[in-house]
């Protein structure tokens, strides 16, 4: 079986492929360039990122490499992560009573094939008050998180009326999404790992 190989210093994207039992590694190439064009749309910044990132890896026969990049969109703007703590209550405030997408874009690349996707999920905040986004920022310091905030920490809890789509794809990766390709793009079968 191929080596699944995680390119992610994300502890929650290796939580979350831990859980579907597929052994992998975890490596991280330092230094790549996250930038993307200015008239790319914004559906499919995630998707180049990932590309990119995947592109910087020299691939050897026995491995997958896994890369991904998860944007928050509202409306037309992308949050990404927040720079300090003022910054991310200013994210939460514009989140606070309204749905926005969370956008992962995929790429799994092996010496013979590379499969790039993108799963899109809605998420739909309740008005959130000035003393519940201050008390989040204050006590979960959410400024290594695309739009600042952790949907399976206090404020998702609190916070999310609905959610459309993968409650993992918000949280950073789309396991569900993630292991189909693997069993039928890459021929990994959960036989191998049992």
Same mark, same amino acid.
């Given at each position: 079986?191929?080596?699944?190989?995680?390119?992610?210093?994300?502890?929650?994207?290796?939580?979350?492929?831990?859980?579907?039992?597929?052994?992998?590694?975890?490596?991280?190439?330092?230094?790549?360039?996250?930038?993307?064009?200015?008239?790319?749309?914004?559906?499919?910044?995630?998707?180049?990122?990932?590309?990119?990132?995947?592109?910087?890896?020299?691939?050897?026969?026995?491995?997958?490499?896994?890369?991904?990049?998860?944007?928050?969109?509202?409306?037309?703007?992308?949050? +990404?992560?927040?720079?300090?703590?003022?910054?991310?209550?200013?994210?939460?405030?514009?989140?606070? +009573?309204?749905?926005?997408?969370?956008?992962?874009?995929?790429?799994?690349?092996?010496?013979?094939?590379?499969?790039?996707?993108?799963?899109?999920?809605?998420?739909?905040?309740?008005?959130?008050?000035?003393?519940?986004?201050?008390?989040?920022?204050?006590?979960?310091?959410?400024?290594?998180?695309?739009?600042?905030?952790?949907?399976?920490?206090?404020? +998702?809890?609190?916070?999310?009326?609905?959610?459309?789509?993968?409650?993992?794809?918000?949280?950073?990766?789309?396991?569900?999404?993630?292991?189909?390709?693997?069993?039928?793009?890459?021929?990994?079968?959960?036989?191998?790992?049992?």
């Amino acid at each position: 079986m191929k080596k699944i190989i995680l390119s992610s210093n994300s502890p929650r994207r290796r939580e979350l492929l831990a859980g579907l039992d597929i052994p992998f590694e975890v490596k991280v190439l330092e230094g790549i360039d996250e930038s993307y064009p200015e008239n790319l749309p914004v559906e499919e910044i995630p998707q180049y990122i990932a590309k990119e990132k995947a592109d910087a890896y020299q691939v050897a026969d026995d491995e997958i490499v896994l890369t991904a990049d998860t944007v928050v969109v509202l409306g037309s703007e992308i949050l +990404g992560k927040p720079v300090d703590d003022a910054d991310a209550r200013r994210m939460l405030r514009e989140l606070s +009573g309204k749905t926005h997408r969370v956008i992962t874009g995929v790429c799994l690349t092996s010496t013979e094939r590379q499969s790039l996707f993108a799963v899109v999920s809605e998420v739909t905040f309740k008005s959130l008050s000035d003393d519940e986004i201050d008390y989040y920022v204050t006590h979960y310091h959410p400024l290594d998180k695309a739009g600042a905030y952790g949907i399976q920490e206090w404020i +998702g809890y609190v916070g999310v009326t609905s959610l459309k789509g993968s409650y993992f794809n918000v949280m950073g990766l789309p396991v569900q999404r993630i292991y189909e390709e693997l069993r039928n793009e890459f021929g990994i079968n959960v036989k191998v790992f049992s």
